[in-house]
């Protein structure tokens, strides 16, 4: 879960990175360039009933410790209890512990999901209910609690995802509604959340745009965004947090370039500027938010690849630093993740770099709380990649330490 940073900072819940189908078409399909295998050998020893396993036995971010630059996040009893959750294309739900001082993963548990394709999953402000898509052609959205000491999930109901091949979903400001984007039919749906966390029938469903690929509110959860990749635009919702519905905004959509795909949405954290992913052309987009009004106004758009770098790469997720200061997307095809210096006044971005996601197929990331962890999801190399990331320079280092997760699409923080 993106803990409360998601792709648009501390003020946001938990969102980030997906689509794809595994009932119907796919459409995340990407080929994937082969992998020396002697980066990543498999450890020895079996983790026990977790589903995931260890990959790199190195020392973690031992080095970073010690440099006393990264701080652990505290909370009233010391450091916080982090935990990371991630999904994918086989049918569980599996969660790791996080170590908040060398960010290192250990496997601790995981659960059979209700569906067949868990490829996005969300959780509460409260941390104390996590919610997955089941990415197929009758699109359904499960419910699960969060043991608040080990971060263990026990399924409490699933419900309609109101359409076809769910590909993301994220939970309102208010905890009160689960939004969910159908990639197949290009509709959205709210769910308002009920005693215990249970999901409930649609209390509004829209026709958002061609595979409508992410929903996501904005910090004030006034508004409602839904990227949709075959439209080639982001369709602008009204969103009524008491009654669960959402209307057209006065200005329906922001369109993209012909042929962009627009994928997923971050919000700054000062709630001024917005960065959209363009799954097709490999681009990034600025823009102005009008908090008032509920629109984006584009300020510029920045290619995610190397200059003059050729073969097949699409780009995948997008997240804002908690900080402000840093963009960052991934490339597949390339995999890779790029990292924009953000101007504070004008939101205009400089490109900073661009670091191997340790995989193939980067398809999501996600930040821990601090901004001081990266977690790579590779989706076709079956792992979930760590990174310390200096929030001074805007670099990325691997940890090692990486672990095995079956077709992983999605990985995401919380504290317990």
């Given at each position: 879960?993106?803990a409360?940073t998601s792709?648009y900072?501390l003020v946001?819940?938990?969102?980030?990175?997906?689509?794809g189908g595994s009932?119907g078409?796919?459409?995340?399909a990407?080929?994937a360039?082969?992998?020396?295998?002697s980066?990543?050998?498999?450890?020895?020893?079996?983790p026990e009933?977790?589903?995931a396993?260890p990959v790199?036995?190195?020392?973690?971010?031992?080095?970073?410790?010690e440099?006393?630059?990264?701080?652990?996040?505290?909370?009233?009893?010391?450091?916080?209890r982090?935990?990371?959750?991630?999904g994918?294309?086989?049918s569980?739900?599996?969660w790791?512990?996080?170590?908040?001082?060398t960010?290192?993963?250990?496997?601790?548990?995981?659960?059979?999901s209700?569906?067949?394709?868990?490829s996005?999953?969300a959780?509460n402000?409260?941390?104390t209910?996590?919610y997955?898509v089941?990415?197929?052609?009758?699109?359904?959205?499960g419910?699960?609690?969060?043991?608040?000491a080990?971060?263990?999930l026990?399924f409490?109901n699933?419900?309609?995802?109101?359409g076809?091949?769910?590909a993301?979903?994220s939970?309102?400001?208010t905890g009160?509604?689960?939004?969910?984007a159908n990639y197949?039919?290009?509709?959205?749906?709210?769910l308002?959340?009920?005693?215990?966390?249970?999901?409930?029938?649609?209390?509004?469903?829209r026709?958002a745009?061609?595979?409508?690929h992410?929903i996501?509110a904005?910090?004030s959860?006034h508004f409602?965004?839904?990227?949709c990749k075959?439209?080639?635009?982001?369709?602008?919702?009204?969103?009524d947090?008491?009654?669960?519905?959402l209307?057209?905004?006065a200005?329906p959509?922001?369109?993209?370039?012909?042929?962009?795909?627009?994928?997923?949405?971050?919000?700054?954290?000062?709630g001024?500027?917005?960065?959209?992913?363009?799954e097709?052309?490999?681009?990034?987009?600025?823009?102005?938010?009008?908090?008032t009004?509920?629109?984006?106004?584009?300020?510029?758009?920045?290619?995610?690849?190397p200059g003059?770098?050729?073969?097949t790469?699409?780009a995948?997720?997008?997240?804002v630093?908690?900080?402000?200061?840093?963009v960052?997307?991934?490339?597949?095809?390339?995999?890779?993740?790029v990292?924009f210096?953000?101007?504070p006044?004008?939101?205009?971005?400089?490109l900073k770099?661009?670091t191997?996601?340790?995989g193939?197929?980067?398809?999501?990331?996600?930040?821990?709380?601090?901004?001081s962890w990266?977690?790579?999801?590779?989706?076709?190399?079956?792992?979930v990649v760590?990174?310390r990331?200096?929030?001074?320079?805007?670099s990325?280092?691997?940890?090692?330490?990486?672990?095995?997760?079956?077709?992983?699409?999605?990985?995401?923080?919380?504290?317990?």
């Amino acid at each position: 879960m993106k803990a409360l940073t998601s792709g648009y900072g501390l003020v946001a819940i938990l969102l980030a990175a997906s689509c794809g189908g595994s009932g119907g078409s796919t459409p995340d399909a990407s080929a994937a360039p082969q992998m020396d295998s002697s980066m990543f050998a498999l450890d020895a020893g079996e983790p026990e009933e977790t589903g995931a396993t260890p990959v790199d036995g190195s020392p973690a971010a031992s080095d970073a410790a010690e440099s006393g630059d990264v701080a652990a996040p505290v909370g009233d009893g010391g450091p916080m209890r982090l935990v990371a959750y991630t999904g994918g294309y086989a049918s569980r739900i599996t969660w790791f512990a996080v170590d908040s001082t060398t960010g290192a993963l250990s496997p601790s548990g995981s659960v059979a999901s209700f569906g067949n394709s868990p490829s996005f999953l969300a959780h509460n402000a409260a941390m104390t209910n996590l919610y997955a898509v089941d990415e197929n052609a009758t699109g359904r959205v499960g419910a699960y609690t969060i043991d608040p000491a080990s971060g263990a999930l026990t399924f409490i109901n699933s419900t309609s995802s109101g359409g076809n091949g769910p590909a993301f979903l994220s939970v309102d400001g208010t905890g009160k509604f689960v939004l969910v984007a159908n990639y197949g039919d290009g509709t959205v749906a709210v769910l308002p959340v009920g005693a215990g966390g249970r999901v409930g029938a649609a209390s509004d469903m829209r026709s958002a745009g061609s595979e409508a690929h992410m929903i996501i509110a904005d910090p004030s959860n006034h508004f409602v965004f839904v990227p949709c990749k075959g439209a080639d635009y982001v369709a602008q919702f009204l969103f009524d947090a008491a009654a669960g519905t959402l209307m057209p905004n006065a200005v329906p959509h922001v369109s993209t370039a012909h042929g962009a795909g627009p994928r997923h949405l971050a919000f700054h954290p000062n709630g001024r500027f917005a960065y959209l992913i363009n799954e097709l052309n490999s681009t990034m987009t600025a823009y102005a938010f009008d908090s008032t009004a509920g629109t984006l106004t584009e300020i510029e758009t920045k290619s995610t690849r190397p200059g003059g770098d050729g073969g097949t790469s699409t780009a995948a997720e997008v997240w804002v630093h908690p900080s402000g200061l840093w963009v960052l997307g991934s490339n597949r095809g390339d995999d890779s993740i790029v990292v924009f210096d953000v101007a504070p006044s004008t939101g205009k971005l400089t490109l900073k770099g661009f670091t191997g996601a340790g995989g193939a197929t980067p398809r999501d990331f996600a930040f821990d709380p601090t901004g001081s962890w990266l977690y790579a999801a590779d989706q076709d190399s079956d792992l979930v990649v760590p990174f310390r990331f200096d929030g001074a320079q805007g670099s990325l280092s691997a940890l090692g330490g990486a672990v095995a997760v079956p077709m992983v699409s999605y990985v995401g923080l919380g504290t317990l």
